[in-house]
């Protein structure tokens, strides 16, 4: 009888062991001002927010050299070009695209001369 017992007892343990465990209770809802401090320190909501803020002040510079700077000297070497908006072709006003455009070389120019030199100090 001993073995019946023995196979008896190990067939429990194997259930139990077969058997899922629940899962943990769930914890009660945290406070509203942890949880928000939690989720900012999880995603470095700051970080963002700095390098967003950031973005804008260079994105106005660069769109200040294009615009202030590099188009008038483009003007200048194109002649009949005073502004470079007021260029059309036939019924078509370019001169605003074209503009759009030089301003996007420029300013990816720019990002990628900044991003060049920042990995060359060693900054990811």
């Known amino acids: 009888m001993t073995t019946d017992t023995d196979m008896l007892e ?11 465990v629940p899962p943990p209770p769930k914890e009660k809802p945290k406070n509203l001002a ?9 995603y470095k ?9 950031l ?20 003007g200048l070497l194109v002649p009949g070009f005073e502004d470079l908006s007021s260029f059309k072709i036939g019924v078509f006003r370019l001169g605003n695209f074209l503009a759009a455009i030089i301003n996007f070389i420029i300013i990816a120019l720019i990002i990628f001369l900044i991003v060049k030199f920042a990995s060359k100090i060693g900054i990811e």
């Open 45 to 53: 909501i700051l970080g963002l927010a700095s390098a967003f803020i």
């Open 10 to 20: 190990e067939l429990k343990k194997i259930r139990e062991l077969l058997t899922p």
């Open 34 to 42: 942890k949880e928000f401090l939690e989720f900012i320190k999880e």
């Open 55 to 74: 973005g804008l002040a260079v994105n106005a510079l660069i769109l200040s050299l294009a615009q202030d700077i590099i188009t008038p000297i483009i």
